[in-house]
């Protein structure tokens, strides 16, 4: 009775284990292909803080900034999140003199930086958290 | 679709399943001396995996796949020895247990103190009082004074020694500029080191001194601005090689049996040949749990659970074992890539170095690929002394995974 349940145990035992292995290798992958490190070098840049699996649209792990970024639902906008509580233009950043300005263009949901609810441009400083919608940013700045 | 399919929760829950369906094959197996402790802790350890591998999602913002991939060789390792001998399974579910608990203890600690790499002379006095303890207390077990027992436990210092040498790299390399304006100032780690090597000798410990030289060549091969300095190094330790053959008869014993095992059969080449039996018998899906005879094997449960593994669950299960290895190294190196600071940069790369060199050493002695040289494997083997400094060896990693210099300067 013990031998042949054992028996048939190691093939499952086998694949159990290299299932495992896979499914590790492949989470791996989706990390690197979601990181592009190139474009990140001394650029400031936004970091997603959420997981990415607990999110049901595409988001990338980082966002390089450039002189002036929208973002938005909508397809024209340099970042595109298609997250429902976005609106379709929801706010742009900008480069001015080495510093980042981010202004809410007017969205349903609003824009929150470190929790607060923002009215107008404000300037952002390293280490700011930047909710909109259903994700949160860390803003990370370099000089 | 398959993306959404393949989430964190995905090895999480196969891993459970492994454990369940091995619980219950090893219920089946021992069910003449039924124990309801056994079931108990086998349930208990179950859930604290499961519980750990979750809670770490929630606390630590840094990688999270070094700890799955930890408790998958736990459970292989622990599957196998409680096969083996489930007195000794029993123990190692408790150090099991204990190693979590302190994996997350190091977690919190190493986080939350700032400027380890300022005690660079706390780690080298630190180490050699634990060689002189070691030297004067211990006791000596096949040919290498390695042992102190405290009261009925027996720890083995060289584990903690391994560990504080990695601290005292990095941590000299993260002030080589302090230390480089002193006089002879780039020979004070060279001098650390090989006054390291010289108490292990001393005890014989040459496992442990072929580990300490990997680390400190690599890591001297990656911050070392005197490249001559490397060079030496490596010359002096092909010459203290042969000296370790010269002086001492068990080093000569293992190269005579790793060149030609079966002229000594029936003496010295006795553990290494049955240990290739085993391999041999149990083939690419192996024998089946419990259906093999591991017991032939002198030290199986520790130096040699490799060889158990491989003749009761198959050449793929060993093979998945060192692809495990392979992706823990290589996520350890990944995360040294990633950290900013340079002393946990050089801890990160440290410890997968450690981890890295230990798996190869044995791996390559049991299938004699290289002489063997009696360590255990990190998380797989029985053994307290080794399964905690692992576990604290991977709290520091997990630590090292995370952004650390942003959180710095949010203080300032």
Same mark, same amino acid.
Request: glycine letters at 8%; charged letters at 15%; aromatic letters at 16%.
């Given at each position: 009775?013990?031998?042949?349940?054992?028996?048939?145990?190691?093939?499952?035992?086998?694949?159990?284990?290299?299932?495992?292995?896979?499914?590790?290798?492949?989470?791996?992958?989706?990390?690197?292909?979601?990181?592009?490190?190139?474009?990140?070098?001394?650029?400031?840049?936004?970091?997603?803080?959420?997981?990415?699996?607990?999110?049901?649209?595409?988001?990338?792990?980082?966002?390089?900034?450039?002189?002036?970024?929208?973002?938005?639902?909508?397809?024209?906008?340099?970042?595109?999140?298609?997250?429902?509580?976005?609106?379709?233009?929801?706010?742009?950043?900008?480069?001015?003199?080495?510093?980042?300005?981010?202004?809410?263009?007017?969205?349903?949901?609003?824009?929150?930086?470190?929790?607060?609810?923002?009215?107008?441009?404000?300037?952002?400083?390293?280490?700011?958290?930047?909710?909109?919608?259903?994700?949160?940013?860390?803003?990370?700045?370099?000089? | 679709?398959?993306?959404?399919?393949?989430?964190?929760?995905?090895?999480?829950?196969?891993?459970?399943?492994?454990?369940?369906?091995?619980?219950?094959?090893?219920?089946?197996?021992?069910?003449?001396?039924?124990?309801?402790?056994?079931?108990?802790?086998?349930?208990?350890?179950?859930?604290?995996?499961?519980?750990?591998?979750?809670?770490?999602?929630?606390?630590? %913002?840094?990688?999270?796949?070094?700890?799955?991939?930890?408790?998958?060789?736990?459970?292989?390792?622990?599957?196998?020895?409680?096969?083996?001998?489930?007195?000794?399974?029993?123990?190692?579910?408790?150090?099991?247990?204990?190693?979590?608990?302190?994996?997350?203890?190091?977690?919190?600690?190493?986080?939350?103190?700032?400027?380890?790499?300022?005690?660079?002379?706390?780690?080298?006095?630190?180490?050699?009082?634990?060689?002189?303890?070691?030297?004067?207390?211990?006791?000596?077990?096949?040919?290498?004074?390695?042992?102190?027992?405290?009261?009925?436990?027996?720890?083995?210092?060289?584990?903690?020694?391994?560990?504080?040498?990695?601290?005292?790299?990095?941590?000299?390399?993260?002030?080589?500029?302090?230390?480089?304006?002193?006089?002879?100032?780039?020979?004070?780690?060279?001098? %650390?080191?090989?006054?390291?090597?010289?108490?292990?000798?001393?005890?014989?410990?040459?496992?442990?001194?072929?580990?300490?030289?990997?680390?400190?060549?690599?890591?001297?091969?990656?911050?070392?601005?005197?490249?001559?300095?490397?060079?030496?190094?490596?010359?002096?330790?092909?010459?203290?090689?042969?000296?370790?053959?010269?002086?001492?008869?068990?080093?000569?014993?293992?190269?005579? %049996?790793?060149?030609?095992?079966?002229?000594?059969?029936?003496?010295?080449?006795?553990?290494?040949?049955?240990?290739?039996?085993?391999?041999?018998?149990?083939?690419?899906?192996?024998?089946?749990?419990?259906?093999?005879?591991?017991?032939?094997?002198?030290?199986?449960?520790?130096?040699?659970?490799?060889?158990?593994?491989?003749?009761?669950?198959?050449?793929?299960?060993?093979?998945?074992?060192?692809?495990?290895?392979?992706?823990?190294?290589?996520?350890?190196?990944?995360?040294?890539?990633?950290?900013?600071?340079?002393?946990?940069?050089?801890?990160?790369?440290?410890?997968?170095?450690?981890?890295?060199?230990?798996?190869?050493?044995?791996?390559?002695?049991?299938?004699?690929?290289?002489?063997?040289?009696?360590?255990?494997?990190?998380?797989?083997?029985?053994?307290?002394?080794?399964?905690?400094?692992?576990?604290?060896?991977?709290?520091?990693?997990?630590?090292?995974?995370?952004?650390?210099?942003?959180?710095?300067?949010?203080?300032?």
């Amino acid at each position: 009775m013990f031998n042949i349940v054992s028996l048939i145990f190691k093939y499952i035992f086998i694949i159990i284990i290299y299932l495992f292995i896979l499914s590790i290798i492949r989470l791996i992958y989706l990390d690197i292909k979601g990181i592009d490190t190139k474009a990140l070098n001394n650029a400031s840049y936004l970091k997603l803080v959420n997981r990415k699996d607990t999110l049901p649209f595409k988001v990338k792990e980082y966002y390089p900034l450039d002189k002036e970024v929208y973002l938005g639902r909508g397809k024209d906008n340099q970042i595109v999140i298609r997250d429902p509580y976005i609106s379709k233009r929801h706010l742009k950043i900008v480069e001015d003199e080495g510093n980042y300005y981010l202004e809410d263009l007017g969205s349903a949901n609003g824009t929150y930086i470190n929790e607060e609810r923002i009215l107008d441009v404000v300037k952002l400083k390293n280490g700011d958290r930047i909710r909109v919608g259903q994700i949160e940013f860390l803003y990370v700045g370099r000089e | 679709m398959f993306n959404k399919m393949v989430s964190y929760k995905y090895p999480r829950n196969l891993l459970m399943l492994f454990e369940l369906l091995a619980l219950f094959l090893l219920f089946i197996y021992s069910k003449d001396n039924l124990n309801k402790f056994t079931f108990i802790y086998g349930i208990g350890l179950i859930l604290i995996v499961y519980v750990s591998n979750f809670l770490l999602l929630r606390i630590s %913002t840094g990688d999270t796949y070094i700890f799955l991939i930890v408790t998958m060789l736990i459970s292989i390792g622990l599957i196998m020895i409680y096969r083996i001998d489930p007195l000794l399974g029993i123990k190692q579910i408790l150090w099991i247990g204990m190693g979590i608990f302190i994996f997350f203890l190091t977690y919190l600690v190493f986080k939350n103190i700032k400027g380890w790499e300022e005690w660079t002379y706390f780690y080298g006095i630190g180490s050699i009082i634990l060689f002189i303890i070691t030297l004067l207390f211990g006791s000596r077990i096949r040919g290498a004074i390695n042992w102190i027992s405290i009261g009925g436990l027996s720890i083995q210092p060289s584990e903690i020694i391994k560990l504080l040498t990695i601290f005292l790299i990095a941590s000299y390399y993260t002030r080589y500029e302090h230390f480089k304006k002193q006089k002879y100032g780039s020979y004070y780690l060279i001098a %650390t080191t090989y006054l390291f090597i010289l108490f292990l000798f001393l005890q014989r410990d040459l496992g442990t001194v072929l580990i300490l030289y990997t680390l400190f060549i690599a890591l001297q091969f990656i911050y070392e601005e005197n490249r001559r300095l490397i060079l030496y190094n490596l010359l002096f330790s092909i010459v203290s090689g042969f000296l370790g053959y010269l002086l001492f008869p068990h080093v000569r014993i293992r190269f005579e %049996t790793w060149l030609n095992p079966w002229k000594y059969i029936d003496n010295k080449g006795y553990q290494i040949t049955q240990s290739l039996f085993a391999i041999a018998e149990g083939g690419f899906f192996g024998t089946g749990l419990g259906l093999g005879h591991p017991d032939f094997i002198p030290e199986v449960h520790t130096d040699f659970i490799f060889s158990a593994i491989c003749e009761e669950m198959g050449i793929f299960t060993g093979m998945g074992i060192i692809m495990l290895f392979l992706i823990l190294v290589y996520r350890g190196f990944k995360i040294g890539i990633n950290q900013k600071i340079k002393f946990y940069r050089i801890v990160a790369i440290g410890i997968s170095i450690l981890f890295g060199i230990q798996s190869f050493i044995i791996f390559g002695g049991v299938l004699k690929m290289i002489p063997l040289t009696g360590i255990t494997i990190p998380f797989v083997s029985y053994g307290g002394s080794s399964m905690l400094s692992s576990f604290i060896a991977l709290g520091i990693l997990q630590v090292a995974s995370e952004e650390l210099d942003f959180e710095e300067a949010k203080d300032g």
